[in-house]
């Protein structure tokens, strides 16, 4: 199994560890790509303080992130799954796991980033703030800039053949890798919809945005908890319904698209 998941924007502090080693990174396809990112993060922010900051979408008070993106080949380096954080991580909890759920949490979990392409949850990576809808002047969208690298990786990290690939990132994140073929024909989306009864008893549906994270966070936590391995879509339903979730499944019309999974909650938290 294979579980794609967004970054977040914010992050915790690089802290004292030894810096980053790009060669030491998942998926050393992207090694040039992610040179040529970092190449140009670093020197935009380093030459042109407010540039950078309209360049990365940054509000005034979030202009000390530029700083630290100067420093992003010396900050101390700290595994993937600590630097991310917010909702969905703090709903996943990776800390708390027992150790041989980290270590299944460290083979299949798999974080896209606008500055590193994807990087493993366990990949020792500095603090750093560019999101995938950044434009770079020299490399231009970064969601586009990163299409042609990662359709050579993604297939060789998904496996030969077989094997889940669960998709939980967000928009921003899908549009720099489009499963394919037969990898597509594997993966699975997850949206989650709030279901409540109105005051004439009618079932209403909608669609949640912060809790959507959380639960993404929560399935992936007890997906790794439970030892769980579904081999594909359908198995994965059968999965979460045994660990409790409401699934509501919606295979695809023809081969090669992915399917679609309704996780339907009536509490959000």
């Not at 794609?4 to 790009?22: I, V």
């Not at 202009?63 to 996943?92: H, S």
């Not at 042609?148 to 993604?154: D, Q, R």
């Not at 998709?167 to 919809?193: E, F, H, I, M, N």
Request: neutral net charge; charged residues 25%; glycine residues 10%.
């Amino acid at each position: 199994m294979l579980v794609l998941l967004p970054p977040s924007e914010g992050k915790a502090a690089s802290g004292a560890g030894a810096p980053l080693k790009p060669e030491s990174l998942s998926l050393p396809e992207l090694a040039g790509a992610r040179a040529a990112v970092l190449d140009e993060l670093v020197e935009l922010c380093a030459a042109d303080e407010e540039k950078a900051r309209v360049v990365l979408g940054l509000s005034e008070g979030l202009r000390g992130e530029i700083l630290k993106n100067v420093g992003l080949r010396t900050a101390g380096a700290r595994p993937a799954g600590e630097i991310y954080t917010g909702v969905l991580y703090d709903a996943l909890g990776l800390a708390t796991l027992d150790a041989a759920a980290r270590e299944r949490a460290r083979q299949s979990l798999l974080v896209f980033s606008g500055l590193w392409g994807a990087v493993g949850i366990g990949d020792r990576i500095p603090s750093y703030r560019c999101s995938m809808g950044v434009k770079l002047p020299g490399l231009g969208a970064l969601a586009a800039y990163w299409r042609e690298p990662m359709a050579a990786a993604m297939p060789m990290a998904a496996g030969e053949g077989d094997g889940l690939v669960l998709d939980l990132r967000s928009s921003a994140y899908t549009a720099a890798w489009k499963p394919k073929g037969d990898v597509a024909g594997r993966t699975a989306t997850v949206r989650v919809l709030h279901s409540r009864i109105d005051a004439s008893g009618v079932e209403k549906r909608s669609v949640v945005s912060h809790f959507n994270k959380a639960t993404k966070g929560r399935i992936v936590r007890d997906l790794l908890a439970a030892g769980a391995a579904p081999a594909d879509p359908a198995e994965l339903v059968s999965v979460l319904r045994d660990l409790g979730y409401v699934v509501e499944a919606s295979a695809p019309a023809k081969a090669g698209k992915a399917w679609s999974l309704d996780v339907v909650v009536s509490e959000i938290h």
